[in-house]
Structure formats: structure tokens, C-alpha cells
């Protein structure tokens, strides 16, 4: 337990140490949609609690996306976190390698690696078509045995290694790969050709000649490149053939029909939160998206497992409510991440995701609120989106999400409901990057 510290946008200090929950709403965030009568899903969702909880709190809006970052996932959740990108970053693959339990080496070149739909020449869908991970692990195997296998032998070392991860999202390690080349993020791309989007070295002048000379063990730009696309040509024939996707042909479903690798790097070097905040003594993740688990491994967080957790709309909303209720007992800091809102929001589905957005508010943020406003022991409440992924565009926005803070005893602010509108006049203003981490830990 700390003591508060006063600060003149919290309202009153109480000299009470607190504990703290995140609950993130990934994608939630959205732009005025004409179907809506020019209101964003926010302003248009039945989602009581969350307005309540804006009522009886503060709120403010932060920048989650740090200047020349992508408005990723892994970029907003980690500067939530407090992190500082430009130290910290290498991407999504060395996240979801620490998430899948693989151990990076320091010559490994992790990178996401997505089980992708394509047709026409065009990216369809980011994630295979709904893959189930039970098929999608069949199909690593596949590749592994058939793509990776003799790749290795040519190479003389195992170059290269598929791992599964979740659904349609895995991992792909090179070893002695270069971090510096050019991917496209699948769901950026949606309903466009692919073939413009394949892997590039980057175009600077550290991957020239100067990365090879500082990075005398791996690849060079190039040679990642060239090898990352031969990968997904190859992946292509390949899987055309496998059962799965011969009988989802048959059946006019989409098929499972290509990996897509993008956002690479090398093992990351982070802080625990509780090196960086000692008001945390311990705390835990909880999470169905690798990504999430990832950054939660490097923060120092306990990773929880919440059975039926799915990372679709038709996740264990009470399952990860009662995890995180459950975890508030014994920690100090728990952050809970729904990613639901983001698949819906790359799906183009309107109703879908204004659905996730209520079965947030209903079945996860009310059971919290319900059952820690009764202890006597104090916790503050933070809900937040990571980044905007607007339906109509269904690609992920860095704008300015909204958020609001909530304990027992704060003095309101005049915000009446959460929403991207109505949080632009809290009392927060619009706070930056890890400032807003610095404002919660002094609650």
C-alpha cells in the first residue's frame, strides 16, 4: 500500500493508497458514422456503466501513438504502460514469443506471422477466415514440415521456424534476420492487391551497408527480405493443397490460404512496472491476444489464462471479470484487455461492434465496479481503448483516445457520459504518452 499524492486534476487526496485496474477496450474507439446520425459507436451504445463511471470520475483524452510510430496495438498498449517507444520497441513478434513461452536468442529475428485470406489478388480478410486455433496449429505443422523443413537443409542451420500462437496469429523466427525492412500489417490492407504490399528492405541509409557492418551475424535488409517472400509464395502453393482449405473450397468458405509475416524485431530490452512505479508490487495481465500477454511478460505482470477467452466477441466476458476481480485480492495493479472491439472494427461490422462494446460495459466492467466499490480497501478504476479502428475505414487510427478515472471519493469533473466527444471537455485535458501511467500511479 503508498499513500496518494495530491495532484491538482484528481480532486482530493485521501492519503490512501490505492489499487489499480486498466480495463482496455482494443479498437474501441471510433469516428462519427453517418448510419449512426453522425455519432460514434460510443456516443451510440446502451453502455451505463461506462457513463456512470465517466460521471462519477474524471476523464480526459491521451496520444497513445508516439510521432513515426505505427497506430498499433503494441505500440499504444506499451506507451499506456508508461514505456518510451523509442527505447523499448521491437515490434509484435519478440511480444508474442515471450507470450508463446519461446525464448528468444539474441541472433533471432521474431515476426508476427498471420494466416491470412486471399482471392483475386487481393488480401480478403487478416485473419484466415475466423481460423480456429485447433486448424491453424494443423497448418504451422504443415508448413514447418513442408516449407521450413527445406529451407533448412539449403541454409545448412534452421533458418527458419514456424510457432503457433492463437487463432490466425503466430510466430515466425529467423535466425539472423534484419529488423530493418518494410511489412505491411494485413488488416491496414483490406480488398487490396497483395503483391504491392510484399516485404522490403528499408529504405534508409543504416540499411544500406551500415546495418550489415553493425550486425556482422545476420542478413542483410535484403536477403530478410527476399527470404521472408519467398516464404509466403511458397506458403501459397502449399496451402492451396492442404485438406483444410481444399474442403473449405468446396464449400465456397474463405480459406487459410497464405501467411502474411509483419512487425519484426529482435529481443526487447524493459523494465518491470515494478522497477519503474514502486507503488506496484505485483500485478497481472489478463488477456486471449499473445500481443497483450507479451508486453505483460516484459512488464513483469503474471499472465492469467481465462478459459473461453477468445479474443472475439463471443469471449468469456465473466470469466475475465472474475479473473481480474479475483487478481485485486492479492495485487496491486491489473490490467484487463478485451480485444473484441478491434476484430469487429476490421470486420467492418457495425452492429457487431457496437455489441462489443455493451457486453463490455454489461457483463465485464459492471461486475468489476459492483464488487470493489463494496471492499474497504481502495481501487481505481481506468477504462480506455488503445486506438481508434473505425468501422467504416477498418483500419487502426492514431488519433486521441478517450479515458476515464474512477475511485471512491474523487471529486467529478463535468463529463457526463464517455464517449470521444464528451471526454475532450474533462478535466484530464489531453495527456501524452506515458504521462498518462505517471497521473494514474500517483492516485
Known amino acids: 500500500m503508498t499513500k496518494e499524492i495530491n495532484h491538482p486534476s484528481l480532486g482530493e487526496g485521501k492519503g490512501v493508497g490505492h489499487k489499480h485496474i486498466i480495463i482496455l477496450?482494443?479498437?474501441?474507439?471510433?469516428?462519427?458514422?453517418?448510419?449512426?446520425?453522425?455519432?460514434?459507436?460510443?456516443?451510440?451504445?446502451?453502455?451505463?456503466?461506462?457513463?456512470?463511471?465517466?460521471?462519477?470520475?474524471?476523464?480526459?483524452?491521451?496520444?497513445?501513438?508516439?510521432e513515426g510510430f505505427p497506430p498499433g496495438s503494441e505500440v499504444a498498449n506499451t506507451a499506456i504502460l508508461g514505456?518510451?517507444?523509442?527505447?523499448?520497441?521491437?515490434?509484435?513478434?519478440?511480444?508474442?514469443?515471450?507470450?508463446?513461452?519461446?525464448e528468444m536468442k539474441e541472433d533471432d529475428f521474431a515476426i508476427r506471422c498471420n494466416i491470412i485470406t486471399l482471392a483475386d489478388g487481393k488480401i480478403i480478410t487478416h485473419n484466415g477466415g475466423n481460423l480456429e486455433t485447433q486448424d491453424a496449429d494443423v497448418?504451422?505443422?504443415?508448413?514447418?514440415?513442408?516449407?521450413?523443413?527445406?529451407?533448412?537443409?539449403?541454409?545448412?542451420?534452421?533458418?527458419?521456424?514456424?510457432?503457433?500462437?492463437?487463432?490466425?496469429?503466430?510466430?515466425?523466427?529467423?535466425?539472423?534476420?534484419?529488423?530493418h525492412i518494410v511489412c505491411a500489417p494485413p488488416h491496414d490492407h483490406p480488398n487490396e492487391e497483395w503483391r504491392p504490399l510484399l516485404?522490403?528492405?528499408?529504405?534508409?541509409?543504416?540499411?544500406?551497408?551500415?546495418?550489415?557492418?553493425?550486425?556482422?551475424?545476420?542478413?542483410t535488409p535484403q536477403q530478410t527480405?527476399?527470404?521472408?517472400?519467398?516464404?509466403?509464395?511458397?506458403?501459397?502453393?502449399?496451402?492451396?493443397?492442404?485438406?483444410?482449405?481444399?474442403?473449405?473450397?468446396?464449400?465456397?468458405?474463405?480459406?487459410?490460404?497464405?501467411?502474411?509475416p509483419w512487425s519484426g524485431g529482435y529481443r526487447p530490452s524493459m523494465l518491470t512496472l515494478q522497477q519503474q512505479y514502486p507503488q506496484i508490487k505485483s500485478g497481472t495481465v489478463i488477456s486471449a491476444v499473445d500481443l497483450i500477454r507479451g508486453i505483460g511478460h516484459y512488464a513483469g505482470l503474471k499472465i492469467?489464462?481465462?478459459?473461453?477467452?477468445?479474443?472475439?466477441?463471443?469471449?468469456?466476458?465473466?470469466?475475465?471479470?472474475?479473473?481480474?476481480?479475483?487478481?485485486?485480492?492479492?495485487?496491486?495493479?491489473?490490467?484487463?484487455?478485451?480485444?473484441?472491439?478491434?476484430e469487429a472494427g476490421h470486420d467492418g461490422d457495425l452492429e457487431l461492434k457496437l455489441k462489443t462494446i455493451e457486453y463490455l460495459d454489461q457483463r465485464l466492467i459492471a461486475p468489476i465496479y459492483k464488487e470493489v466499490e463494496t471492499w474497504p480497501e481502495p481501487v481505481c478504476?481506468?477504462?480506455?481503448?488503445?486506438?481508434?479502428?473505425?468501422?467504416?475505414?477498418?483500419?487502426?487510427?492514431?488519433?486521441?483516445v478517450p479515458f476515464l478515472i474512477w475511485y471512491r471519493g474523487i471529486e467529478p469533473d463535468d463529463v457526463q457520459q464517455y464517449d470521444e466527444v464528451s471526454c475532450i471537455n474533462g478535466s484530464y485535458g489531453l495527456l501524452k504518452l506515458n504521462e498518462f501511467m505517471t497521473n494514474l500511479m500517483k492516485i
Not at 39 to 44: E, F
Not at 305 to 333: C, W
Not at 381 to 400: F, K, N, Y
Request: with cysteine.
Open 139 to 179: 497448418l504451422i505443422r504443415y508448413l514447418n514440415e513442408t516449407l521450413a523443413a527445406p529451407i533448412n537443409q539449403r541454409e545448412g542451420c534452421e533458418r527458419v521456424k514456424f510457432i503457433t500462437g492463437i487463432q490466425y496469429r503466430h510466430l515466425l523466427v529467423i535466425k539472423g534476420g534484419s529488423k
Open 83 to 102: 514505456y518510451d517507444l523509442n527505447k523499448v520497441y521491437e515490434g509484435r513478434g519478440p511480444l508474442e514469443a515471450a507470450s508463446i513461452g519461446y
Open 225 to 260: 527480405a527476399d527470404l521472408l517472400n519467398e516464404l509466403i509464395l511458397k506458403s501459397q502453393e502449399l496451402l492451396a493443397k492442404h485438406p483444410y482449405n481444399v474442403a473449405k473450397a468446396a464449400k465456397g468458405e474463405r480459406q487459410a490460404n497464405s501467411i502474411w
Open 25 to 66: 477496450g482494443d479498437g474501441m474507439a471510433d469516428l462519427p458514422v453517418e448510419r449512426l446520425g453522425g455519432k460514434t459507436l460510443l456516443q451510440y451504445a446502451h453502455k451505463p456503466m461506462m457513463d456512470q463511471l465517466a460521471r462519477e470520475g474524471r476523464c480526459g483524452r491521451l496520444v497513445t501513438v508516439p
Open 304 to 342: 492469467v489464462e481465462v478459459e473461453g477467452a477468445t479474443g472475439l466477441a463471443d469471449t468469456n466476458y465473466e470469466g475475465k471479470a472474475q479473473a481480474a476481480i479475483d487478481a485485486l485480492r492479492h495485487d496491486d495493479f491489473v490490467f484487463v484487455h478485451v480485444e473484441a472491439s478491434d
Open 381 to 400: 478504476i481506468a477504462v480506455l481503448p488503445d486506438h481508434l479502428t473505425p468501422v467504416e475505414q477498418r483500419i487502426h487510427v492514431g488519433q486521441p
Open 199 to 219: 516485404v522490403k528492405p528499408a529504405d534508409s541509409q543504416l540499411c544500406s551497408g551500415a546495418a550489415a557492418a553493425n550486425e556482422p551475424s545476420r542478413l
